[in-house]
């Protein structure tokens, strides 16, 4: 039977639909190459293209099946499921495509340089230790999250296959650091992308908050703690883990970060209510509890009286709750854990073993804040080092009153992260067969779901 003029009309209209978006996808490869705008970008473009083509050949056999010549009922419903499909594929593109697109706006280029850069040796630390250590995670070792700007109060990280508000559906390929646009503005308040990096890894290495969660129950139930503090320790341990690997990735300078960001009302710092995290006031103390550990008392001793000349002291309310934060501190850094099992010898590894700070890596951050301090571009430290060297910089000119150097500081810090940054493509390639047959599961569900779920009609 010959086709139907309009069927046979659809079928062309749709055909180049589903050809659009592996075109786009061949651009955006292109500007990977090195010497590229996103060069740096490459190993999280290069999955998002994996997952995304893997959309486009279920679409390309959609389109296939349909036959203009054939049932017109059952055309015109393929035809309807094939354009659905086609809307969830680019819903789902284009929530990364607007964040790389800012990467070729020249007034956020660089600065999202910056915030992809430190991101990347972050995350990087961690998981090159994982591989020192014969870690294996299940989807294999991948790309850096990427970073995107938001209209919001803090940071926030969309870790791997999980959903973000603008995205209904747990569907997410590569990982999302979120900042709030102005924050690119201090470069030493991205000191605040270690936590949101403390979040992917323990996504990425197994899920590991889960099994701390359990850790911290038993060890504060063995020690007598109430059972309504126990709850509260149990949900606040995700945030506490990204907040301790913050430390571990980048010394005291974290906890000044911090305490900068959460510098609010009274009301607000003492407040109890807080689902996920612990409350304002509490944070410093556990990180600073941490700052102790490696042997940095002073450091720590000055970050908790900096905090206490504004906040008071803990009084009723609080006392029950410092006592708890060593061995809490203590399970969460000290607990070997399953997931962290050395692939050949069957030993399981902890985050103190996976990730170290030391008084030489201070010393460094030291000198080199001086140097910033100063307009001299430091040498010799990996990049997150700079950022805590930049912090703690910016700490000294404000002491000193010389708040017109800032500008400078800001300016050498970002010269500084990209100049000690590897050259060319960073972390290239999907990680491993297994990371591609995760993406090809990310790909399938997604189709599956309706498309409301993606707050369309």
Same mark, same amino acid.
């Given at each position: 039977?010959?086709?139907?003029?309009?069927?046979?009309?659809?079928?062309?209209?749709?055909?180049?639909?589903?050809?659009?978006? #592996?075109?786009? $996808?061949?651009?955006?490869?292109?500007?990977?190459?090195?010497? /590229?705008?996103?060069?740096?970008?490459?190993?999280?473009?290069?999955?998002?293209?994996?997952?995304? %083509?893997?959309?486009?050949? $279920?679409?390309?056999? /959609?389109?296939?099946?349909?036959?203009?010549?054939?049932?017109?009922?059952?055309?015109?419903?393929?035809?309807?499921?094939?354009?659905?499909?086609?809307?969830?594929?680019?819903?789902?593109?284009?929530?990364?495509?607007?964040?790389?697109?800012?990467?070729?706006?020249?007034?956020? %280029?660089?600065?999202?340089?910056?915030?992809?850069?430190?991101?990347?040796?972050?995350?990087?630390?961690?998981?090159?230790?994982?591989?020192?250590?014969?870690?294996?995670?299940?989807? +294999?070792?991948?790309?850096?999250?990427?970073?995107?700007?938001?209209?919001?109060? /803090?940071?926030?990280?969309?870790?791997?296959?999980?959903?973000?508000?603008?995205?209904?559906?747990?569907?997410?390929?590569?990982?999302?650091?979120?900042?709030?646009?102005?924050?690119?503005?201090?470069?030493?308040?991205?000191?605040?992308?270690?936590?949101?990096?403390?979040?992917?890894?323990?996504?990425?290495? !197994?899920?590991?908050?889960?099994?701390?969660?359990?850790?911290?129950?038993?060890?504060?139930?063995? +020690?007598?703690?109430?059972?309504?503090?126990?709850?509260?320790?149990?949900?606040?341990?995700?945030?506490?883990?990204?907040?301790?690997?913050?430390?571990?990735?980048?010394?005291?300078?974290?906890?000044?970060?911090?305490?900068?960001?959460?510098?609010?009302?009274?009301?607000?710092?003492?407040?109890?209510?807080?689902?996920?995290?612990?409350?304002?006031?509490?944070?410093?103390?556990? *990180?600073?509890?941490?700052?102790?550990?490696?042997?940095?008392?002073?450091?720590?001793?000055?970050?908790?009286?900096?905090?206490?000349?504004?906040?008071?002291? #803990?009084?009723?309310?609080?006392?029950?709750?410092?006592?708890?934060?060593?061995?809490?501190?203590?399970?969460?850094?000290?607990?070997?854990?399953?997931?962290?099992? *050395?692939?050949?010898?069957?030993?399981?590894?902890? $985050?103190?073993?996976?990730?170290?700070?030391?008084?030489?890596?201070?010393?460094?951050?030291?000198?080199?804040?001086?140097?910033?301090?100063?307009? &001299?571009? #430091?040498?010799?430290? #990996?990049?997150?080092? &700079?950022?805590?060297?930049?912090?703690?910089?910016?700490?000294?000119?404000?002491?000193?009153?010389?708040?017109? @150097?800032?500008?400078?500081?800001?300016?050498?810090? @970002?010269?500084?992260?990209?100049?000690?940054?590897?050259?060319?493509?960073?972390?290239? !390639?999907?990680?491993?067969?297994?990371?591609?047959?995760?993406?090809? !599961?990310?790909?399938?569900?997604?189709?599956?779901?309706?498309?409301?779920?993606?707050? $369309?009609?």
């Amino acid at each position: 039977m010959a086709p139907v003029p309009g069927l046979m009309a659809k079928y062309q209209v749709l055909s180049r639909c589903v050809a659009s978006l #592996p075109s786009e $996808l061949d651009t955006w490869i292109k500007w990977t190459a090195t010497g /590229s705008t996103l060069e740096r970008n490459f190993s999280q473009i290069r999955a998002l293209d994996y997952f995304t %083509r893997t959309l486009c050949k $279920l679409n390309d056999n /959609s389109i296939s099946d349909l036959d203009p010549a054939g049932n017109v009922d059952v055309f015109l419903s393929d035809a309807l499921d094939l354009t659905q499909n086609l809307i969830k594929s680019h819903a789902v593109w284009d929530f990364f495509r607007e964040r790389l697109e800012l990467r070729f706006v020249p007034q956020f %280029r660089h600065l999202l340089l910056v915030a992809d850069l430190i991101s990347y040796d972050c995350y990087n630390t961690v998981m090159d230790r994982a591989k020192a250590l014969q870690i294996g995670p299940a989807q +294999g070792y991948r790309e850096y999250p990427l970073i995107g700007l938001v209209t919001e109060f /803090s940071p926030a990280t969309w870790p791997r296959g999980r959903r973000p508000p603008a995205l209904e559906n747990r569907c997410l390929p590569v990982p999302i650091i979120d900042l709030p646009w102005d924050h690119l503005t201090n470069p030493w308040g991205l000191l605040i992308i270690a936590h949101e990096v403390g979040h992917d890894v323990a996504e990425d290495l !197994g899920k590991i908050a889960k099994l701390l969660q359990s850790a911290v129950t038993q060890r504060l139930d063995a +020690g007598g703690t109430s059972s309504e503090r126990i709850v509260r320790w149990k949900k606040w341990t995700s945030e506490i883990i990204a907040d301790l690997v913050g430390v571990l990735l980048t010394g005291p300078a974290f906890v000044g970060a911090l305490a900068g960001l959460l510098t609010l009302p009274r009301y607000q710092v003492r407040l109890f209510d807080m689902r996920k995290h612990p409350p304002h006031y509490l944070r410093i103390f556990i *990180n600073t509890t941490l700052v102790r550990r490696l042997g940095l008392s002073h450091a720590a001793d000055a970050l908790d009286a900096g905090w206490k000349v504004l906040y008071g002291e #803990p009084g009723t309310d609080f006392e029950p709750y410092l006592a708890d934060i060593e061995p809490v501190v203590s399970a969460i850094l000290d607990t070997p854990l399953d997931t962290l099992q *050395n692939q050949q010898d069957g030993r399981r590894h902890s $985050l103190s073993e996976l990730l170290t700070f030391t008084l030489n890596d201070q010393a460094l951050i030291d000198r080199s804040a001086a140097r910033l301090a100063d307009g &001299v571009l #430091p040498d010799g430290l #990996p990049i997150r080092h &700079v950022v805590s060297a930049s912090q703690m910089a910016f700490e000294q000119v404000v002491r000193g009153g010389n708040t017109a @150097r800032l500008e400078g500081l800001a300016q050498c810090t @970002r010269q500084a992260v990209i100049a000690l940054s590897p050259p060319g493509q960073l972390a290239a !390639g999907v990680g491993s067969r297994r990371a591609e047959q995760h993406l090809e !599961g990310l790909a399938r569900a997604l189709l599956e779901r309706p498309l409301e779920d993606f707050g $369309l009609h």
